[in-house]
């Protein structure tokens, strides 16, 4: 599948809707109150959470300084640092803005996609069930994602962010809980032992991120939980799949195994407020 700049953008906008959704709404419904504050690109959470970021950036022209300075100062006041997520096929003036103003590169991760409809089979290896998960069972669901994030994936690029069990399951229930988001449980010989999640925006469906617990690795429930979703988001009439993870990770080797193609990749940089 190729991807031009316009496509990216497609993608981009529906990465900052689910970002500012789920650190605004989802989360001012959890906790009660709003959050530290949501700029268009840019929002924070709460403390220590993987959705304070920038993202979305060199799609609509380059900003002013002023704007940068207004989330940088929003960030400092937090005492948190900014972390800008720039696709390598946005404007690459922004790449100059940000390393002018002393954001430094820290790491990548790769947006994968395939075009839809087209030709998927389903997956269903022995002993394994991909079912909807209600909210009924969202603490259950919530946990196992957890314990599957928990032991991370060694192959590839090591990510380069760790969090607090406690911040990752809010940063978890923010984005699963967003409008339109689709969570799915697998089943190993009857044991709750992984999930994932698809949003649908715009004809884009968006693919979460998906976990298996430990002991149940290595027996296709992640090839079993992306079959699932490319049949639903095809169903729904998406025309793009799209999946991000580390680079040269499982988790990307199981995307191309089902027919995705690497898209772009994210530059990650972070600027230090304290």
Known sequence: MFCDPALAARIERAEVQLITESSVAAHGRRRGDPPGFAIP?????EDGSPLNKVA???FDGVPE??????IERAFADL???????????ADPAIVLLLTGRGYRLVSFENVLGRA???DHCPVTPAGIEIRPS???EIDRWLEVMADGVAVADTDGVPSHEEFAREVLLGAMRDLATADGVRRYGAWHDGVFAGGASLRISAGIAQFGGAATVPAHRRRGIQSALLAARLADATAAGCEVAVITTQPGSTSQHNAQRRG?????TRAILVLETR
Do not use: K
């Not at 300084?65 to 207004?70: D, K, L």
């Not at 005492?79 to 096929?89: D, K």
């Open 134 to 136: 209600g909210q009924d």
């Open 260 to 264: 995705f193609d690497l898209l772009y």
């Open 41 to 45: 690109v840019a929002s924070f959470a």
């Open 56 to 58: 979305g950036l060199g």
């Open 116 to 118: 839809l409809p087209g």
């Open 79 to 89: 005492g948190t640092p900014v972390q800008a997520e720039v696709a390598t096929l």
């Open 65 to 70: 300084p002023a704007e940068p300075a207004e």
